[in-house]
Every structure is written in structure tokens, then in C-alpha cells.
């Protein structure tokens, strides 16, 4: 069987680190169509938009993408419509990607590469579930207007709706409790039901598909104790639940937990577990060019696509078994350097990933 796969290098680092990740897929024994196509900035260059109608059409046919990182100061000045970041927008409406999932995973040779303490975070291995297409963020109506009401009447406000429909509580906690069954049995979903009734809600249907997976154990969380537990002992926690505005927040949050921006993956799905993959952090413009990016993330995400849009998850145990070999060999890219280890450019970290793929 052969998977048919997209690939959007991007701006910045996007193409180093797409490469190494594209060499990685590559070397595994699974076959693979490979088609690339332009998208942020680079897209803009050539078809004069973010993402032209053959880069959407080639996401849209592939069960999988795999994306790099879009955006450059360059393109600040554009209208919105035109910046190289409306093309993960874009994709994310048009593949209907509700479902973001973001790990974050402290390898334990990178302790230090943490701000926190070794004793709080060493080991951390946390899988964050935003919904990534209701909520607050697109919720109607919104905009500005004179107050009609109220002890403000008359005054200028701003003023957004948060909603969240039953179908699509129920699908993004399917995909929590499905995620949960996967490691180790334990779903927290963070809400604000003490206060907000989207949330009210959202706890009810949650509850309700509980009964679905009663091999799970469910908790709930307010979502200001589970910022302040993010931090206090985040192993705590296995998989989080959470709506859009929530999850933004604490996967940002968790991300920093890590430190090492350059090793964290994504993933965002749609119903048919189509997916988008890319590493959290942007295109670092600041370091293009220079061959030093750590691709590991990139290297991550591909892995999280075997395992959540082609079925493959015996294959990304194998890459993610490199990673870990190729950090507890000492290679470090200049991200997670640390005196005593190896530092080691983009290429040189997909080789040596390779090179452990082998192994
Ligand atoms: P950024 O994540 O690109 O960079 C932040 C810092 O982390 C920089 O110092 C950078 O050198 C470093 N860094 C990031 N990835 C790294 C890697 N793989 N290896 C080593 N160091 C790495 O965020 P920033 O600077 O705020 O944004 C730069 C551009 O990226 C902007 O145009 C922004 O809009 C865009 N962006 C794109 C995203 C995407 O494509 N999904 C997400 C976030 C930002
Ligand atoms: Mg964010």
C-alpha cells in the first residue's frame, strides 16, 4: 500500500527541517507517494497567495501533510488575507481540522534544558487535545458597536460569543478518551464551568461520552488550577481536554515546560483522520539559511503522522526510538546544546536519526 502524502516545506527553516524529515520517511521500509507544493510566503512569491489552489488540492488528496513553517517580517505589510500565516488557516478550515493535538514530552537527557526544576519536569510526558475550530474564536456574533445596555449603554464595546454545539463536544472528546485508551487510561478535561455555561455544557457532554470508555478514568479540571498545576507538578497529568481559547493557552504553557521549542510536534485532524503535521514553533527567520535548525521537531510530527493518519504506529515508535538514541548519544543541535554534548547542524541530526533508524 502506498501513502499518499503532501509536503509543504514553507518559509524560514521550513525547507532544512522538511527535508530532514522527508529523508527519515524515506528510509523506513513503508512506501510512500511524496508531492510537494509551495505554501506561505514562498507561495506568495510565485502565485502571488498563501496557499494557491494546487497546494490546497494536493493537502486535500493526501491523507497526510506535512508542513514546515510559514511567516517572515517581509510580509508583514500585506493584508491579512495575503500573509503567509492565513495558508495553516486556510488548510485547517478547509480540512476541517478540529482536533489539535500537542505533546509535550521532556526527553530525560534535556532535563536541563528546562527553566523549571529537574525534579518537577524530568520525564514529563503530556499529550495536550485543544479543539481548534468553535469556542470563542469563532463564535457569532462579534465585532464592535455602541453598547445596547447595561452601565456601559451607549458606550463603544467589543464583545465576542463563546459556543460550543453538542456534535462537536462530542467529537473532540471522542478524540480525548480514544487518545487516553492509547496510553495510559487517564483524560482530564479543563473547562470554566464554575463560571462560563459553555462550559457547564461542555462538562455535561463530556460526562455523557464517558460512558463510552469506561476503561478511562475522567476528571475535570478548572482551567485556571490546571494553568497553575501545569506548572507545579505537570506529571500529574496524562491527556487534556479542552476547548479552543483553553487549549491555545496551555499548550503554549505546556510547550515551555519543555524549553526546547525545536523539539516539540503537532498534529491537527478532521473526522477521517486526515491530518496536518508541523513542528509547534515557527519559521525562525533569524536562523535560516544557516543550516543550524534543530529538525526534530518536524522528524516528530512526520512520526505522529504514522501513527494518527496512516495506522502506521510501529513505524513511529521507530523514529521516535531514534530520537531518543540520538540524544542519549550526546548530538545536539545549537537549541539543546549544553557543555559536554555534541553539537551537530540540521543535516547532520537527520543523518544521525537515519543512522539510528538502522540500529
Ligand atoms: P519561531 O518559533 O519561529 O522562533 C522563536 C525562537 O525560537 C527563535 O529564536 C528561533 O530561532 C527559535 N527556533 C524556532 N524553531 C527552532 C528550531 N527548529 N531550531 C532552533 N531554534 C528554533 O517564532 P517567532 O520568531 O515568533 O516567529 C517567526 C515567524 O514564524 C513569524 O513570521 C511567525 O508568524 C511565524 N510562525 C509560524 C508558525 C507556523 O508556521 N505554524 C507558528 C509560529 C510562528
Ligand atoms: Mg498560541
Known sequence: M???????????????IIEQAVRVLKALDVSFDVKEEPVGGA???????????????????????????????KYDSLPREFRPEQAILGLRRSLG?????????????????????????????????RELTGDIYFGQPRGQRSAPDGAFAGEREGYDTMRYAESEVRRIARVGFEAARK?????????????????QFWRDIVID?????????????????????????????????TGNIF???LSDEAAMLTGSIGMLPSASLNSSNQGLYEPSHGSAPDIAGKGVANPLATILSAAMMLRYSLDLAGQADRIEA??????????RTADIYEPGTTKVGTAQMGDAVIKALAA
Request: net charge negative; with cysteine; aromatic share 6%.
Open 247 to 249: 487549549g491555545d493557552i
Open 2 to 16: 502506498t501513502h499518499k502524502i503532501a509536503v509543504l516545506p514553507g518559509d524560514g527553516i521550513g525547507p532544512e
Open 43 to 73: 507561495a506568495f512569491d510565485r502565485y502571488e497567495h498563501p496557499l494557491p489552489p494546487a497546494t490546497l488540492k494536493l493537502a486535500q488528496e493526501s491523507q497526510a501533510t506535512l508542513f514546515g513553517a510559514v511567516g517572515d517580517w
Open 97 to 129: 481540522l478540529f482536533a489539535n493535538l500537542r505533546p509535550a514530552i521532556l526527553y530525560p537527557e534535556l532535563a536541563n534544558a528546562s527553566s523549571l526544576k529537574p525534579e518537577v519536569v524530568s520525564g514529563l510526558d503530556i499529550l495536550i487535545i
Open 322 to 331: 531514534a530520537v531518543r538514541r540520538v540524544l542519549s548519544e550526546g548530538l
Open 183 to 199: 496510553r495510559n487510561k487517564r483524560l482530564c478535561s479543563v473547562d470554566k464551568a464554575n463560571v462560563l455555561e459553555t462550559s
Open 209 to 241: 461520552v464517558s460512558r463510552e470508555f469506561p476503561d478511562v478514568t475522567l476528571s475535570h479540571m478548572y482551567v485556571d488550577n490546571a494553568a497553575m498545576q501545569l506548572v507545579r507538578a505537570p506529571r500529574e497529568f496524562d491527556v487534556i481536554v
